[in-house]
């Protein structure tokens, strides 16, 4: 019978191929015993000769439909989606085909699976939510079939399960790294298996730490469900938040940011699944990753075996046909150290101001490396953390930061990120304008058209980080990247630790030297091209907000005197119900040959800076530096200005650690 439509028939491929009908119904068919040379040739005759085979006449020789079906709970769930990809994938290289069937309620999973069964060569279960007599039973019927994200009780059946066990191990060592002991789990569906697994997990964890808290607030799979717990979520007073997935973490962000919550700053967050759409959330979600598994190809892989009547192979612990995948932590930016004001009173009472001023100057103080990053620890007790920021966005102009800094009590005296200026991070050198390329982060103000957002955002990058003898001074070099990738400046930095018994409190001696050893420089701000009183560009300190702020500096108080001025010193008092914290910083002229005017927002936000190029931009020529030095000290008290004198007095001067280095 002549081929309908007049289309290239079999006999045309097997002439242009050189071989026979048959070893083309077979390389066709996918069948593995024709030679791979001979089966590329074939493949390649029938593309040039676009020939299609009739699937209704193969199907009928064969008696195979060469689809499989992918029953799932939920198509709106982007993890069974690249389980789909990667499924669709592996299975179109084989020949077949995926039919795709959503089953709403687990009531309908059994039936719908019998019924896609009856249609198909072989199914995939994703995440069943049928009780485990059902699952027993459906899934003889069913055969050839792969359970996927489930283990099913019977020993002989098929699956391909996430070790959600190690998943929740690996988030919770991470927040308690953290600080983290009050947790809260915003729970799965009740009937889902991978809920009863992770929460399973969880308690284990809580038997082998008792110094852990856990609380479960009912939830769900979607947005929603994290959106509707996130009041039940802070009533709890948790201080870290374990969401069943990132969807219900991403509505539990959102949600917490309408509130003014700020994530990380008051509580952390944490997903499950590692959802591609969690490296676009903000704060970008830290999670558990098990995409990159690609468990729809393992999945196929199985299912083959099965289709072609061979045994599945046991995994590593010998069970018959399970697999069993382990995810990798995802640390984004939604996670962060224990805010100081939620640390357990027991904790910062060990560190309160109340120690002797003998106990100040004998305890030891010194810097600790984890990972690329650095703490700087007093007794045990964390100050604040040096960190690369190699992981912020690049719109936020990515930077080494101190934070959190803290006081001797525990008093949270930085913020990053925070919802009025996401680029804020902490302590750090920023720059608004340095050859065209920002430092700070954000918008940059344009002469004529305002603040506007340019893809001229620049990286400093962080090398050869390491400690002197002492313990006390961090030195590191960083490299100021164009946001073209070009070389700007060389910076030697260098960060003294020192503690002050005689005002409780300690501080750090920060000495940068920028070099322009690529290009001559110039640093410039929006005060130089026509904003008023927009000096800012320097050493760059961002505090949380406070019952009352108080600004002082040599001659008088308030921002309007502290704003533009070129006092040697700058005070920051603020007020936490009847409590008070300070912060002062000092230029030292002679160290730097220059006082810079002081960068200072109090209504606004709270936020100190020395400015760079106040009111005309700085040229730093080919070859030369430009120091800057600065010291600054926080205190659990309101520090008054008569006692600055005797408090820069105590501070030990710059150069004292090149000295001790020596």
């Not at 009928?60 to 990667?86: E, H, W, Y």
């Not at 903000?282 to 009547?309: F, K, M, N, Y």
């Amino acid at each position: 019978m002549a081929r309908g439509g007049g289309g290239p028939t079999i006999t045309q491929v097997a002439e242009a191929a050189g071989v026979s009908r048959a070893t083309v119904s077979r390389v066709l068919n996918g069948r593995t015993s024709v030679d791979p040379v001979i089966g590329a040739r074939v493949k390649d005759a029938a593309d040039r000769l676009q020939y299609r085979p009739n699937l209704l006449a193969r199907n009928l020789s064969t008696g195979k439909t060469f689809t499989i079906a992918l029953v799932i709970p939920d198509l709106g769930n982007p993890m069974f989606q690249s389980i789909l990809r990667g499924l669709s994938r592996s299975a179109e290289a084989a020949g077949y085909g995926v039919l795709i069937a959503e089953a709403g309620t687990p009531e309908k999973e059994a039936g719908i699976a019998r019924d896609a069964r009856r249609q198909c060569d072989a199914v995939v279960l994703v995440s069943p939510r049928m009780d485990d007599l059902a699952l027993e039973e459906v899934l003889p019927q069913i055969e050839p079939a792969v359970v996927l994200n489930r283990r099913p009780r019977s020993a002989a059946a098929a699956s391909v399960g996430i070790d959600y066990a190690s998943g929740m191990r690996q988030l919770v060592q991470h927040l308690t790294r953290l600080g983290h002991r009050d947790l809260v789990y915003v729970a799965g569906p009740s009937r889902s298996a991978a809920h009863r697994e992770r929460l399973t997990a969880l308690n284990a964890l809580l038997d082998a730490d008792p110094t852990l808290t856990l609380r479960v607030l009912p939830g769900g799979a979607g947005m929603d469900a994290g959106y509707r717990s996130a009041e039940a979520v802070l009533d709890t007073g948790a201080t870290a938040a374990l969401a069943f997935n990132d969807l219900v973490a991403f509505g539990l962000q959102s949600r917490l940011t309408e509130f003014g919550v700020n994530v990380p700053g008051d509580i952390s967050v944490t997903g499950f699944d590692g959802i591609e759409l969690s490296r676009f959330a903000v704060p970008r979600l830290t999670t558990v990753g098990q995409e990159e598994l690609d468990a729809g190809s393992v999945a196929w892989r199985l299912l083959r075996s099965r289709i072609d009547g061979g045994a599945a192979s046991p995994d590593a612990e010998g069970a018959p046909g399970g697999l069993l995948l382990e995810p990798l932590l995802v640390v984004g930016d939604s996670t962060d150290r224990v805010p100081p004001s939620r640390v357990p009173a027991a904790v910062r009472s060990r560190s309160s101001s109340a120690a002797s001023p003998s106990d100040l100057e004998h305890a030891p103080i010194g810097w600790v490396r984890e990972g690329t990053d650095w703490t700087l620890l007093r007794g045990g007790e964390l100050l604040t953390a040096a960190l690369t920021g190699a992981s912020m966005p690049l719109v936020h102009s990515p930077r080494p930061h101190l934070h959190p800094v803290r006081t001797l009590a525990g008093r949270a005296m930085t913020v990053t990120n925070p919802l009025d200026h996401r680029h804020h991070f902490g302590l750090s050198l920023a720059a608004p304008d340095v050859n065209g390329t920002t430092y700070w982060g954000g918008r940059t103000y344009v002469e004529g058209r305002g603040s506007t957002l340019l893809a001229n955002h620049g990286r400093q990058v962080t090398s050869g980080a390491d400690v002197a003898a002492t313990g006390r001074d961090l030195r590191s070099t960083v490299r100021w990247n164009a946001h073209d990738g070009a070389p700007l400046l060389l910076e030697d930095r260098r960060l003294g630790a020192f503690v002050l018994p005689g005002h409780p409190g300690w501080g750090l001696a920060w000495r940068s030297r920028l070099e322009a050893d690529s290009v001559p420089v110039t640093l410039t701000s929006p005060a130089n091209k026509g904003r008023f009183g927009a000096g800012y560009g320097g050493l760059f300190w961002r505090l949380p907000t406070a019952d009352e702020t108080r600004v002082i500096v040599e001659g008088g108080q308030g921002e309007s005197a502290a704003h533009g001025s070129t006092s040697p010193f700058l005070v920051v008092q603020r007020r936490h119900g009847t409590d008070w914290t300070s912060l002062l910083m000092v230029q030292d002229e002679q160290a730097q040959g220059r006082i810079d005017p002081w960068f200072v927002r109090v209504t606004d936000y709270v936020g100190v800076a020395t400015s760079l190029a106040w009111d005309a931009p700085r040229e730093i020529p080919l070859g030369d530096s430009l120091p800057v030095v600065v010291r600054a000290a926080v205190f659990d008290h309101a520090v008054e200005a008569g006692e600055v004198p005797a408090i820069i007095a105590e501070m030990p001067e710059p150069g004292s650690f090149d000295d001790a280095e020596g």
